[in-house]
């Protein structure tokens, strides 16, 4: 058998980077109708919770382990946010310009992409492409400050939580993930033109059922 070997060259990969956001408010039949453009979008921080085990004990010993419901998390951080997130982030329009706060918060979707890097091709290698679907943003901070002599822009921050959709042949999920490295390029192609949007079609988030169809054999 082969020896194992460290570091080869191109194989010292890493990952890096958060870019093309999009939001996907969450219509009322389920669906995903309309993708915005998230500008100053800065961290996305994955935080799942849940997948601990409890233990159950028979003939004095531990007899299995018990592994609980995973659940999936976020932190967003932005410098600003698209108009089509004031409802996600509960507010609601009074009239022109004038936005209630504490009103019922609308789900969302969202889909981004983070770059992939090795030695050689830095990170020119590929891409992950992220999505995530029913979130709900819970209230955060905004800490306005006086402008002085070393300015900064506020940075707004949302922890969202989400609740999993259907996926056929799998336990439901509110998170896939999409590595260009493995992924049919021409396929990739087609997903990103719905996520996207293209000359003649909307930017739309599809389910994780018009994703598997996407990437099917044949």
Same mark, same amino acid.
């Given at each position: ?11 010292? =990969? =890493? ?8 939001? /996907?408010? &969450? ?53 600003? /946010? ?16 004038? /936005? ?20 050689? !091709?830095?990170?020119?290698?590929? =891409? ?10 819970? +209230?955060?901070?905004? +800490? ?6 070393? +300015? ?15 996926? !056929?042949?799998?336990? +439901? ?7 260009? &490295? ?37």
């Amino acid at each position: 058998m082969p020896k194992i070997i460290w570091d080869n060259t191109g194989e010292k =990969f =890493f990952e890096t980077g958060v870019s093309n956001g999009v939001l /996907y408010p &969450r219509a009322t039949d389920g669906t995903y109708p309309k993708g915005v453009a998230w500008n100053g979008l800065t961290t996305v921080t994955e935080s799942p919770s849940g997948a601990e085990p409890t233990a159950l004990w028979a003939d004095n010993i531990k007899y299995l382990n018990l592994i609980s419901a995973e659940e999936y998390g976020a932190t967003i951080e932005a410098y600003t /946010y698209p108009d089509e997130f004031i409802p996600c982030d509960g507010s609601a329009e009074l009239s022109e310009g004038v /936005y209630v706060g504490q009103q019922n918060r609308q789900s969302f979707g969202m889909a981004y992409k983070s770059l992939v890097g090795n030695d050689v !091709e830095g990170t020119n290698l590929g =891409f992950k492409l992220h999505i995530i679907y029913n979130a709900i943003a819970s +209230p955060s901070e905004k +800490p306005y400050a006086t402008v002085n002599d070393t +300015p900064e822009a506020i940075t707004f921050s949302w922890e969202i939580s989400t609740t999993p959709v259907a996926v !056929e042949g799998m336990k +439901p999920t509110a998170s896939i993930v999409i590595d260009s &490295r493995k992924a049919d390029s021409a396929k990739l192609v087609l997903l990103e033109a719905a996520l996207f949007g293209s000359e003649s079609e909307e930017a739309h988030l599809p389910s994780p059922a018009e994703i598997a169809a996407i990437f099917a054999d044949g």
